[in-house]
């Protein structure tokens, strides 16, 4: 089964954009993640590569990371930083995460896309308005109000584990955080297309659309 959750982010302490994106990484079957964002934040103040870091002490081998951005050059630096720091990441055996960089060639890269890929099958996809950014992507007193679109293959166990892992706990008084659904392929807008063919060709026009830069 494939599903859709919009999740609205209203508190500081509850991210669940930042905790799906962490499992996922930390995850051995999900061998290949595409990462987009407009901004990533990797400085003095706030270190995003180091939260990848910390969340994956006994990372799996064979890890694949593409990340795509960024927005203007004045976050040019903090898009470095992020690379670099995902590239000292290592798995117990001593191998770098493989990190490929790119971006748009003329900047203004503004689209946040998530994609996990098991054995090149995407089985979970994350689109919506949050930046890998200490207001987005952090858990600090200072925080946007975000909201993300989550879809998933229900019947994927390595997927179903990380959205019921993450979704589970939902505040009974606040139900109104989490929207989630069925997704409809024969609506004739989805054109017939399951959500596997819909994130594969949302990777690949954003790969057409990007170039790999050092």
Not at 74 to 93: A, H, V
Not at 100 to 110: A, D, L, N
Request: hydrophobic share 40%; glycine share 6%.
């Amino acid at each position: 089964m494939e599903r859709v959750a919009i999740i609205l982010r209203k508190s500081h302490a509850i991210n669940r954009f930042r905790e799906i994106i962490l499992r996922a990484f930390q995850e051995p079957d999900l061998n290949e993640l595409l990462l987009c964002s407009g901004f990533f934040q990797d400085r003095t103040n706030y270190q995003a590569s180091a939260c990848f870091a910390a969340s994956a002490p006994n990372l799996p081998c064979q890890k694949q990371l593409t990340s795509v951005g960024l927005y203007n050059m004045m976050w040019r630096s903090d898009y470095d930083s992020f690379i670099s720091g995902l590239r000292s990441i290592t798995c117990p055996c001593g191998r770098p995460v493989n990190v490929e960089k790119r971006r748009v060639k003329k900047y203004h890269w503004h689209a946040k896309v998530f994609i996990a890929k098991k054995h090149s099958i995407p089985v979970l996809g994350i689109i919506g308005s949050s930046n890998i950014t200490s207001r987005a992507f952090g858990t600090s007193a200072q925080w946007n109000y975000e909201a993300d679109v989550v879809l998933w293959n229900d019947g994927d166990s390595v997927a179903s584990s990380i959205i019921s892992g993450v979704l589970g706990s939902l505040d009974d008084n606040d139900p109104f955080s989490v929207v989630v659904s069925d997704y409809a392929s024969e609506d004739p807008l989805n054109r017939g297309l399951s959500l596997e063919q819909r994130l594969l060709d949302l990777h690949r026009q954003i790969i057409d659309v990007s170039e790999v830069v050092e």
